[in-house]
């Protein structure tokens, strides 16, 4: 039984792909072994009701809030349960470059023993995207580099995510260790479904295109819309937007300027992961047309339903589907995006084939995930299986 302590610097009522990573890491490394997951401390009272709702139990880090995007600052320095927990653990395994991962890499030093990185966000376009200033994002750059560099081993979630590193100045070695997912059909989904298309007046829909995620700009939706514009004299179609974010209101207005308000229908987020299924049973096509994400959690989720992805020609997170196959690719610009979704819902026994070889070859589960991490855990550890 190994000792094993994970860490990531932002926690729920935070949403994002980092927290779904960590928690199922902690889910079935827990089976083995002994895991910590270090995250900040929201308050008494936030740490409570989200550990209440999600049934996850964490260590909360001493943290300060920052006034950027309502992350928290996590000081473990002052955190003596922290530094506690450190000394006995045989490996050290963060999921963010901030201070909790500066602790990981300087814990592995101090105690000799294996510190590890997981790369997972284009950090340069979200610092300009929060800051917008390019000498902060320099000077926010430098600091994350220095931790990343500090760690003896750095894994990212993709080869797209590699090559980021790379262009960050990264020159070490890099593990790749994709990401999966936990969804999986539910006993009740033909009620699940149901609920979906009264709720969203979805029941006679034809080509049901859906996006789950933060509607931020980063993840490119214009283009969807641009390129809906332009389909909607050629078929049918809803498009369902699962998710909340700083443009959603910007985006509202684009869609009653293309046309397209009987078309789009934007749900807000929905946090029910039972009922999020629904939505992915639902529809025919999922579309991703982000660049900016290095190996996004939603298509392989969908994926575990049959339902295929149309994504950006590519871009990292394309990189496990094969055009026409598993999947569809497509260059980003609207002409081309529309005829794509055109092709791949106009031909349905081709359509079929594709649904059947997503589920085939793009899930992938977050138990077959950790086993890979966790044999690779022993390789550094010099454990022999």
């Known amino acids: 039984m190994k000792n094993i302590m994970l860490s990531l610097d932002s926690w729920y009522p935070q949403i994002g792909g980092p927290n779904v990573v960590v928690a199922n890491y902690l889910k079935y490394l827990s089976e083995n072994n002994e895991v910590t997951l270090a995250v900040p401390s929201y308050g008494k009272k936030t740490d409570a009701a989200v550990r209440a709702q999600t049934g996850i139990d964490v260590m909360h880090v001493f943290s300060v809030y920052l006034p950027v995007g309502g992350f928290r600052n996590c000081m473990p320095q002052f955190d003596g349960a922290l530094h506690e927990r450190a000394k006995s653990a045989d490996i050290y395994h963060a999921h963010s470059p901030f201070a909790l991962g500066n602790y990981f890499a300087k814990a592995g030093k101090k105690y000799d023993r294996p510190s590890v990185l997981t790369f997972h966000t284009k950090f340069r376009d979200e610092f300009l995207r929060y800051t917008r200033s390019r000498a902060l994002t320099a000077i926010m750059m430098s600091r994350i580099m220095r931790v990343i560099n500090g760690t003896q081993n750095v894994w990212t979630v993709s080869n797209g995510a590699a090559d980021t590193l790379r262009?960050?100045?990264?020159k070490g070695e890099i593990t790749v260790i994709r990401n999966g997912t936990d969804m999986c059909a539910p006993e009740n989904g033909e009620e699940l479904v149901r609920r979906v298309n009264e709720e969203y007046g979805l029941k006679d829909e034809e080509n049901v295109l859906l996006f789950v995620g933060r509607v931020v700009s980063t993840k490119n939706l214009s283009l969807t819309f641009e390129a809906l514009r332009l389909l909607k004299p050629r078929m049918p179609f809803r498009f369902v937007v699962v998710g909340d974010g700083e443009t959603l209101k910007e985006y509202r207005r684009m869609v009653c300027d293309y046309g397209l308000d009987d078309r789009v229908t934007f749900t807000g987020q929905v946090l029910d992961r039972e009922y999020l299924k629904a939505f992915y049973m639902r529809a025919d096509l999922f579309v991703f047309p982000s660049v900016f994400d290095t190996a996004s959690l939603c298509p392989i989720e969908a994926a575990a339903f049959g339902l295929p992805a149309l994504l950006v020609e590519g871009s990292p997170t394309?990189?496990?589907?094969?055009?026409?196959?598993?999947?569809?690719?497509?260059?980003?610009?609207?002409?081309?995006?529309?005829d794509r979704i055109y092709s791949a819902l106009s031909d349905r026994a081709s359509h079929q084939k594709v649904r059947e070889n997503c589920r085939r070859h793009v899930y992938r589960s977050w138990k077959d995930v950790v086993a890979e991490a966790e044999a690779e855990y022993d390789r550094l550890l010099g454990i022999k299986k």
Not at 167 to 170: I, K, S, V
Not at 329 to 335: D, I, Q, V
Request: proline letters at 8%; aromatic letters at 20%; glycine letters at 12%.
């Open 318 to 338: 394309a990189e496990t589907v094969k055009d026409g196959f598993s999947g569809y690719t497509s260059p980003a610009r609207p002409r081309e995006w529309a």
């Open 167 to 170: 262009e960050y100045g990264y």
